[in-house]
């Protein structure tokens, strides 16, 4: 069974970069037939995907965070991770890693857990 | 930008059936996805490419999609399908969410 588990600091200071981790366990992260997938909801509001990783190391991102964003993959170690360059408040938010595949239609199928990130002083 | 809309809030008598909208420009030429989100938790998937569901979803849930509407519709709504759902696309050079519909079963 795949899981996905997100790891990483709660508390950033502004201007700061955020970095977090997805755990891949139950499947190859290196399969050519999923997408891994950042998504972030900010409190009490709906969903925002972020970008994904692909085919260890082909990347699209969300052309309102592209210049702030880097995902990048760790095969040996089952990880991929996002880093948020100069945060600010509005990035305080959940942040959820999950699969996507074609077969799906790009349907993310399997989600983490999903991670608090609070951005404050 | 491509943009969904979705009615903010539904409400369905228990047993009854609900139906969920989510209307984008001619959104039948897409896949459109749902999910499912219970307070604290992350979101499952529930219909994927427009009427397909994932294995351990109940028949009761159920999707279509057509011109600028697709629709997620629960047949028998049980107090457990209390939640948001939201539907999404890929919507060209980024995916689209909706903005999500709080579902109340009565």
């Known amino acids: 069974q795949v899981q996905l588990q997100e790891s990483g600091p709660g508390l950033v200071k502004p201007s700061q970069t955020l970095s977090l981790t997805c755990t891949v366990s139950g499947d190859s992260i290196s399969s050519s037939d999923y997408y891994w997938n950042w998504i972030r909801q900010h409190p009490g509001k709906g969903l925002e995907w972020i970008g994904y990783i692909y085919n260890s190391g082909s990347t699209y991102y969300n052309p309102s965070l592209k210049s702030r964003l880097t995902i990048s993959v760790d095969t040996s170690k089952k990880q991929f991770s996002l880093k948020l360059t100069s945060v600010t408040a509005a990035d305080t938010a959940v942040y959820y890693c999950?699969?996507?595949?074609?077969?799906?239609?790009?349907?993310?199928?399997?989600w983490g857990q999903g991670t608090m990130v609070t951005v404050s002083s | 930008s491509y943009e969904l809309t979705q009615p903010l809030s539904v409400s369905v008598a228990l047993g009854q059936t609900a139906r969920i909208s989510c209307e984008g420009n001619n959104i039948g030429t897409k896949n459109v996805h749902w999910c499912q989100q219970k307070p604290g938790q992350a979101p499952v998937l529930v219909i994927y490419r427009d009427y397909n569901r994932p294995s351990g979803i109940p028949e009761r849930f159920s999707g279509s999609n057509s011109g600028n509407t697709a629709t997620l519709t629960i047949s028998r709504a049980q107090a457990g399908d209390e939640a948001d759902y939201y539907c999404?696309?890929?919507?060209?050079?980024?995916?689209?969410f909706g903005g999500g519909t709080k579902l109340t079963v009565l």
């Open positions: 999404h696309v890929w919507g060209g050079s980024t995916v689209v």
């Open positions: 999950a699969r996507s595949g074609d077969k799906g239609g790009f349907a993310f199928d399997i």
